[in-house]
């Protein structure tokens, strides 16, 4: 119990203002905290509001949320269990350390990982509706997407694979009226070695719009694998096309899905299709009913380049420097899970 029968306690509470969110523990009274604070230069009050510094509260009047803890949430004095008053007079009788005893870091922890969840949400959200955007869609909170955008020149580059193909993919796509803006989407390669990968898509309404929305399927950087496949899924999502058949069905869908147009004039296309890039483009041309002869000296353009034969294990690297792509990092990190 605490020492009070000394005639000169510590004033261990010089200062601080002292509440309770309910019924005190045990058979402590009103009577005996207030006598207990008042040897300790403290105040023990039976109301709470601003002047308030300390609130003590058990564990489950805290998760009950009462009309006391409520409050006191919303204003900058610690919450801390009963324990912290109790103690603070045992002993050598000086105040612990309110970090020890505190319940507002827990709360806080949980309430930035909901929101988190919640702007990952927004953001998947957000992405699927990039097919039709909605006339009453609000672009998300600007600056701090733009931070981040800002942030990954210095940090990731496009990814670009061994055929020298860069994962800074452009997507369009054309109304009755006007054409929307681009949509970009890309793979970025954190510049730290082992490097970690990050896949981001950016949309905006019109030409020069400074609000852009950002989309990213995970907070943070993860192995390339995942983030590849994140980078795919979108493409097919946004063009109604898989990643390996973007050669073969380009300016084949409906015009409400956003259109990729491959590198022509000799460009590589990359890896991960499902033919080589000569055969991928001859049986384009079939498929939209082209005249070859009209072709032809683009077929001779398509025989100069080397691209080989296209790996169907889907893991390609991606070019540095994509609006939307996939950034890398640590390769040891694991993957964020949800």
């Known amino acids: 119990m605490p020492r009070d029968s000394f005639s000169s306690p510590q004033p261990i509470f010089k200062g601080r203002i002292i509440?309770?969110?309910?019924?005190?523990?045990?058979?402590?009274?009103?009577?005996?905290f207030k006598h207990w604070a008042k040897?300790?230069?403290?105040?023990?009050?039976?109301?709470?509001?601003?002047?308030?510094?300390?609130?003590?509260?058990?564990?489950e009047?805290?998760?009950?949320?009462?009309?006391?803890?409520?409050?006191a949430l919303g204003h900058k004095c610690h919450i801390v269990r009963y324990e912290w008053f109790l103690l603070s007079m045992g002993g050598?009788?000086?105040?612990?350390?309110?970090?020890?005893?505190?319940?507002?870091?827990?709360?806080?922890?949980?309430?930035?990982?909901?929101?988190?969840?919640?702007?990952?949400?927004?953001?998947?959200?957000?992405a699927r509706r990039f097919i039709d955007p909605s006339p009453y869609s609000r672009p998300l909170p600007g600056p701090q997407s733009q931070a981040v955008a800002n942030a990954l020149p210095d940090l990731y580059q496009i990814f670009v694979d061994d055929l020298l193909f860069s994962y800074k993919v452009e997507l369009t796509r054309l109304t009755r009226h006007d054409p929307d803006p681009?949509?970009?989407r890309g793979l970025y390669e954190s510049n730290a070695k082992p490097h970690l990968y990050w896949f981001a898509a950016k949309y905006s309404k019109s030409k020069g719009d400074t609000q852009p929305h950002y989309y990213r399927e995970t907070e943070f950087p993860t192995l390339r694998r995942a983030q590849m496949g994140a980078f795919k899924a979108f493409f097919?999502?946004?063009?109604?096309?898989?990643?390996?058949?973007?050669?073969?069905?380009?300016?084949?869908?409906?015009?409400?899905?956003?259109?990729?147009?491959?590198?022509?004039?000799?460009?590589?296309?990359?890896?991960?299709?499902?033919?080589?890039?000569?055969?991928c483009f001859e049986l384009n041309r079939a498929l939209r009913g082209l005249n070859p002869e009209k072709t032809a000296a683009a077929e001779d353009q398509?025989?100069?380049?080397?691209?080989?034969?296209?790996?169907?294990?889907?893991?390609?690297?991606?070019?540095?420097?994509?609006?939307?792509?996939?950034?890398?990092?640590?390769e040891h990190r694991e993957p964020l899970r949800d």
Not at 19 to 32: F, H, M
Not at 93 to 110: I, K, S
Request: net charge positive; glycine share 10%.
């Open 19 to 32: 509440a309770a969110a309910g019924p005190l523990p045990d058979k402590n009274t009103v009577e005996n």
């Open 39 to 59: 040897l300790r230069k403290g105040e023990f009050t039976t109301t709470f509001d601003e002047s308030v510094t300390h609130l003590l509260c058990s564990d």
């Open 61 to 71: 009047q805290f998760k009950a949320e009462n009309p006391v803890v409520k409050k």
């Open 92 to 126: 050598e009788e000086a105040a612990q350390p309110e970090e020890d005893h505190d319940l507002r870091a827990g709360h806080n922890r949980r309430k930035r990982k909901e929101q988190r969840m919640m702007r990952l949400e927004k953001g998947r959200r957000l």
């Open 182 to 184: 681009p949509h970009e």
């Open 236 to 279: 097919q999502l946004k063009t109604g096309i898989r990643w390996s058949e973007r050669i073969i069905r380009d300016a084949t869908m409906p015009a409400e899905y956003f259109q990729y147009t491959p590198p022509t004039g000799g460009k590589s296309t990359g890896r991960d299709k499902l033919w080589s890039r000569y055969f």
């Open 302 to 330: 398509e025989r100069g380049v080397k691209d080989g034969r296209g790996a169907q294990s889907g893991v390609c690297e991606v070019p540095r420097g994509c609006e939307t792509g996939v950034d890398s990092g640590n």
